[in-house]
């Protein structure tokens, strides 16, 4: 099956620091790409989706200068959470969909656990 | 916009019996996908089980399958024999067949414990 990677899987940074986290769709290619925030024990919130070339859709009410979108090329998406804030520290999850993915299936990463210190 | 409801927060189920999940949508949509899927205590997402809504058959995989309603937009999904490692977080979704992005709504999840 269709394999999503998620770099990395845990990181931990100082408030106010920049941190970017790397989505790569392993074995097909990735026309959109999905990015979730997920808060414990609650379900996945959308905050972006990406086409490959273009500019990422936001969702309303996720600040797009804060949460920078890349999605450079058909394998790999960053997310970027700029001046990271404690109240940032959530669970993200990466979901990549590709022409030949099945019926359009979206795929998941592992996600990365993001903690502001 | 297309909704989708979990209305049991927190289920359980003794190891070998049969668990069902419900699961209930809004849309106006004629066709769209259905999908349940699980998410362990490691987080990682598995997709569990998927429904086109053109199909009247219900899907099936293994001991995993649903009871789809289309009129009554109503998606349950049985576990039969549960196990121990489908203690986990259950999510029904949606998504439409139109349009650009096609994403995927998700429920609020229900929770499933498995007793030994």
């Known amino acids: 099956g269709a394999v999503v990677s998620q770099h990395p899987s845990w990181v931990i940074c100082k408030s106010g620091t920049s941190v970017k986290i790397e989505c790569r769709s392993l074995?097909?290619?990735?026309?959109?790409m999905f990015w979730y925030r997920q808060f414990p024990k609650q379900s996945l919130m959308l905050m972006a989706t990406?086409?490959?070339?273009?500019?990422?859709?936001?969702e309303q009410g996720v600040e797009k200068d804060k949460f920078l979108i890349n999605h450079a090329s058909l394998t790999l998406s960053t997310l970027t959470v700029t001046s990271a804030h404690p109240e940032d520290s959530s669970f993200y999850i990466c979901s990549a969909r590709g022409l030949l993915a099945g019926h359009g299936e979206q795929y998941f990463g592992p996600g990365t656990r993001l903690t502001v210190t | 916009a297309q909704t989708v409801t979990q209305s049991q927060p927190e289920m359980s189920v003794q190891e070998a019996e049969t668990v069902t999940l419900s699961c209930t949508y809004d849309t106006s949509e004629s066709d769209y996908y259905l999908f349940w899927y699980k998410q362990p205590p490691s987080r990682q997402m598995i997709l569990v089980i998927r429904q086109e809504a053109y199909k009247q058959q219900n899907a099936t995989e293994n001991r995993f399958s649903v009871n789809f309603q289309k009129a009554a937009k109503s998606f349950s999904l049985k576990i039969s024999d549960s196990q121990l490692g489908d203690a986990a977080m259950y999510f029904c979704?949606?998504?439409?067949?139109?349009?650009?992005?096609?994403?995927?709504?998700f429920g609020s999840g229900t929770q499933l414990t498995v007793l030994p």
């Open positions: 990406s086409n490959e070339g273009s500019k990422a859709t936001y």
């Open positions: 979704a949606y998504r439409s067949t139109s349009g650009s992005a096609r994403q995927l709504t």
């Open positions: 074995d097909f290619q990735a026309t959109t």
